[in-house]
C-alpha cells in the first residue's frame, strides 16, 4: 500500500516563470498538485550545478515537457527526477516562457 509521506510546496512569483527551488533530498516528488489558477503553459524542470541551469529531458535527450491546465493532479516522470538534488518548475518551455498573472503556489507529494 502507498501513502503519502511528505507534502511540500513551490511558488512562482507573479510575473515570472520560474519556480522556487525544491529540495529533493532523496525523495524526489511522484505527485505535482497545480493552483487553482493558472496562467495556461505546459510545465518543465529545471536543476542546476553551480554554474548553470539545466532543463531535465528523457534518457534520449528528449524535454520532460508536461502538457497542464488548472487544478490538475499530475503523476511525475519520478525516473528523471530523482538523480537530482534539487528542481525547478518552469512554466512554459526554454523557447517560450510564460509569465504567471500572479502569484502561484503548486504542491509537490512524495508516495512510498
Known amino acids: 500500500m ?13 510575473g515570472t516563470s520560474l519556480s522556487t527551488e525544491y529540495t529533493i533530498d532523496g ?14 503553459a505546459d510545465i518543465c524542470f529545471t536543476c542546476s ?3 548553470n541551469d539545466f532543463y ?3 534518457d ?3 524535454l520532460i515537457q508536461i502538457p497542464t491546465d488548472l487544478y490538475h493532479r499530475i ?3 519520478y525516473a528523471y527526477l530523482k538523480n537530482h538534488k ?11 516562457k510564460v509569465n504567471q498573472a500572479a ?8 508516495w512510498a
Open 2 to 14: 502507498t501513502r503519502c509521506i511528505s507534502r511540500s510546496s513551490v511558488s512562482i512569483p507573479i
Open 27 to 40: 525523495k524526489p516528488p511522484t505527485i505535482l498538485e497545480m493552483p487553482i489558477a493558472w496562467t495556461a
Open 49 to 51: 550545478d553551480a554554474m
Open 56 to 58: 531535465i529531458c528523457d
Open 60 to 62: 534520449t535527450g528528449v
Open 75 to 77: 503523476v511525475l516522470p
Open 86 to 96: 534539487t528542481i525547478r518548475i518552469q512554466s512554459g518551455t526554454p523557447t517560450v
Open 103 to 110: 502569484a502561484r503556489t503548486i504542491y509537490l507529494e512524495v
